[in-house]
């Protein structure tokens, strides 16, 4: 089975599973889990594991508009982790986002597993259910990085624990200058933890998803939830700055990175609101790509498939 055969399976069972965390009154609860070889390597520094083993936790809460609070935290510590090192990085990242570590678990393992329950508080959560035909469909931010500083990590670039990123001795100044900053960005996302809570906060805003899994696979996420379809324009989506002059040169595919690259932490979203106006309102720019529809998911008119990340295959 691949991964959204499983989850279809696991939604039969447990019909209240389905979002990207589970509403219970006003508390919003999600865990995700990142794994040693399927989701980060040995050669990423364990400052950057374990920012980013919380922030894809809280892109989970702010996609539900949620205000984080607290976390509960589970290693599988093969012997290779210096434990009390990473403890305290975790500590540090929680102190940042001002949410508490109030528990968890520890284990042996021959590999690295980290696991984090994270739950906030929310009055008005965001489903990817309410989407309505006509809305317009919205991303928070720039797409194309995380899947561009990955292909460069797995291609001779790396980064050390205080974020100084290497390249091979050939690449040019103007590459080294983008690819450090997609390599940044792919090791140590920001989730839209404020934005979420804007969001919640106005009416017309219907449905919200975040990007983990990437692009063309959320929106089908989002879509299936709202029995709805939608229409995306590609020129209308924003991509990381540089990414079309750098991606030849480097070897990235462009329309993998912004389409299906995952663990984009940006956040997908719809309402009935002009760009202009949710922009104005939310005090910071939001990007229009397209707008939902009867059935069918469209990029300029011809099918998208979902071709995202997947960890069973």
């Given at each position: 089975m691949n991964e959204r055969e499983i989850i279809e399976h696991l939604r039969r069972r447990f019909p209240r599973a389905g979002d990207d965390a589970a509403v219970i009154d006003d508390r919003v609860i999600t865990n995700d889990m990142l794994v040693e070889d399927v989701d980060f390597t040995r050669a990423i520094p364990l400052e950057f594991i374990a920012r980013k083993s919380l922030a894809v936790n809280l892109s989970d809460l702010a996609a539900m508009g949620a205000h984080p609070e607290w976390a509960m935290v589970a290693l599988g510590i093969p012997q290779?982790?210096?434990?009390?090192?990473?403890?305290?990085?975790?500590?540090?990242?929680?102190?940042?986002?001002?949410?508490?570590?109030i528990g968890?678990?520890?284990?042996?393992?021959?590999?690295?597993?980290?696991?984090?329950?994270?739950?906030?508080?929310?009055?008005?959560?965001?489903?990817?259910?309410?989407?309505?035909?006509?809305?317009?469909?919205?991303?928070?931010?720039?797409?194309?990085?995380?899947?561009?500083?990955?292909?460069?990590?797995?291609?001779?670039?790396s980064i050390a624990a205080n974020g100084d990123v290497s390249a091979p001795p050939d690449v040019a100044y103007a590459q080294r200058e983008f690819g450090a900053a997609a390599i940044r960005r792919h090791v140590d996302p920001e989730p839209e933890v404020a934005l979420g809570i804007a969001l919640s906060s106005i009416a017309e805003v219907?449905?919200?998803?975040?990007?983990?899994?990437?692009?063309?696979?959320?929106?089908?996420?989002?879509?299936?939830?709202s029995q709805c379809g939608a229409i995306v324009e590609r020129d209308r989506i924003p991509l990381f700055p540089d990414l079309l002059?750098?991606?030849?040169?480097?070897?990235?595919?462009?329309?993998q990175a912004v389409l299906h690259g995952g663990e984009e932490f940006a956040l997908l979203f719809t309402s009935s609101l002009r760009e202009s106006e949710l922009s104005s309102r939310l005090g910071r720019p939001v990007y229009g790509i397209g707008r939902i529809t009867e059935r069918d998911v469209l990029l300029d008119g011809k099918p998208l498939e979902p071709q995202g990340w997947d960890h069973f295959m």
């Open positions: 290779w982790v210096d434990a009390r090192a990473f403890i305290d990085r975790i500590a540090d990242a929680a102190s940042a986002h001002h949410i508490e570590i968890g678990d520890l284990s042996r393992a021959e590999k690295f597993v980290v696991s984090i329950t994270a739950a906030g508080r929310v009055s008005r959560p965001l489903l990817r259910s309410g989407a309505r035909r006509g809305d317009r469909l919205y991303v928070s931010r720039p797409l194309g990085a995380s899947f561009a500083g990955l292909h460069l990590l797995q291609n001779g670039w219907t449905s919200c998803i975040d990007i983990s899994d990437g692009l063309s696979t959320d929106l089908h996420h989002l879509c299936e939830s002059s750098n991606a030849g040169p480097l070897g990235i595919d462009t329309a």
